[in-house]
């Protein structure tokens, strides 16, 4: 039987961040199996499920974790909705999808991500 690939706790539960801000993170995964494993990034649009981009990103492999950066800038105020896959060489699949905070800063001061949230089911934005 096949286990699937298992992600590390290198990606936040919750990411934060504010428009033409590039966030940076580390995506670590391993298998039980052995296997290899694939990384892959998509990022969505938060109210419609729409596929902006999906990237297979370029790992890494040392000491049976598999690590890749994941790059990406939000360029405009929306909901957007990330998803992190790691596939290995049988077919198992493993998603994770972090809470997305986006702080516009529309109000020319500092973005308050506690109290300034808008919620929809997994999908979320700072105001």
């Given at each position: 039987?096949?286990?699937?690939?298992?992600?590390?706790?290198?990606?936040?539960?919750?990411?934060q961040?504010?428009?033409d801000?590039i966030?940076s993170i580390?995506?670590?995964a391993?298998?039980?199996?052995?296997d290899e494993?694939?990384l892959?990034?998509?990022?969505?649009n938060?109210?419609?499920?729409?596929?902006?981009?999906e990237?297979?990103?370029?790992t890494?492999m040392e000491?049976?974790?598999?690590t890749a950066?994941?790059?990406?800038?939000?360029?405009?105020?929306r909901?957007?909705?990330?998803?992190?896959?790691?596939?290995?060489e049988k077919?198992?699949?493993?998603?994770?999808n972090?809470?997305?905070l986006l702080?516009a800063?529309?109000n020319?001061?500092?973005?308050d991500?506690?109290?300034?949230?808008?919620?929809?089911?997994n999908k979320?934005r700072?105001?």
């Amino acid at each position: 039987m096949n286990s699937v690939p298992k992600f590390a706790s290198s990606i936040p539960d919750v990411i934060q961040t504010e428009v033409d801000q590039i966030i940076s993170i580390d995506v670590q995964a391993t298998d039980d199996d052995g296997d290899e494993i694939s990384l892959f990034a998509s990022v969505k649009n938060g109210d419609n499920e729409e596929q902006l981009s999906e990237t297979e990103l370029s790992t890494e492999m040392e000491d049976s974790v598999y690590t890749a950066l994941f790059d990406w800038t939000p360029t405009e105020k929306r909901l957007y909705k990330i998803e992190f896959r790691a596939r290995d060489e049988k077919g198992g699949v493993t998603i994770l999808n972090p809470l997305f905070l986006l702080c516009a800063c529309s109000n020319g001061g500092q973005c308050d991500y506690d109290n300034s949230q808008v919620h929809t089911g997994n999908k979320h934005r700072a105001g």
